[in-house]
Nanobody, 121 residues
Framework: QVQLVESGGGLVQAGGSLRLSCAASGRTFNSYSMAWFRQAPGKEREFVAGIRWGGGSTYYADSVKGRFTISRDNAKNTVYLQMNSLKPEDTAVYYC??????????????WGQGTHVTVSS
């Protein structure tokens, strides 16, 4: 049973930055590509950014490209999301999960509690 714990969210003004972390346990973390997803109020959960198991290849949703950076530390079983130039439309609960390489759909049934990001205008 995988356990995912997201952290690092908070309230920030538009143009500000946050760094999110997701710690995974219970699975062989470094065998999986990982991704960040987000769910805004009243909307479906959407893909944000993904990173292959080795960390050498990343890909992003068009809405965050150039502003967000995903990275991972396999020694710490942790994936990160550096978010810069935040916009009010980035307000959401952010989650991480495993994905197939290059894919944008989560493959683990278990989700963490997420971390809330609120961007004020």
């Amino acid at each position: 049973q995988v356990q995912l714990v997201e952290s690092g969210g908070g309230l920030v003004q538009a143009g500000g930055s946050l760094r999110l972390s997701c710690a995974a346990s219970g699975r062989t973390f470094n065998s999986y590509s990982m991704a960040w997803f987000r769910q805004a109020p009243g909307k479906e959960r959407e893909f944000v950014a993904g990173i292959r198991w080795g960390g050498g290849s990343t890909y992003y949703a068009d809405s965050v490209k150039g502003r967000f950076t995903i990275s991972r530390d396999n020694a710490k079983n942790t994936v990160y999301l550096q978010m810069n130039s935040l916009k009010p439309e980035d307000t959401a609960v952010y989650y991480c999960n495993a994905v197939a390489p290059g894919a944008k759909v989560a493959i683990w049934d278990s989700w963490g509690q997420g971390t809330h990001v609120t961007v004020s205008s």
